[in-house]
């Protein structure tokens, strides 16, 4: 009868550790995902960050031509 508890709890103890590494496994699939979301997100902030940043650059340039063209016709002279 000794063996029959040894055997129950070491499969009780099995069968613990076993859901114990499938939820450390699934927490750190569920962590890899999240961090993955973020980098994507970060990767994506920082795309339209250097996109909007170049829009600016050219849309003052352009600003910067045509009130230098404005001035050059508008000349009285």
Not at 18 to 37: H, M
Request: charged fraction near 15%.
């Amino acid at each position: 009868m000794p063996d029959v508890s040894v055997d129950l709890v070491t499969n009780a103890v099995e069968d613990i550790e076993g859901v114990a590494e499938d939820s450390i496994s699934s927490s750190w699939k569920s962590q890899g995902l999240a961090l993955l979301q973020v980098e994507r997100y970060l990767i994506l902030h920082s795309m339209v960050i250097h996109l909007s940043q170049n829009l600016n650059f050219v849309l003052w340039k352009q600003g910067f031509v045509a009130t230098l063209c404005t001035s050059f016709f508008n000349h009285d002279g």
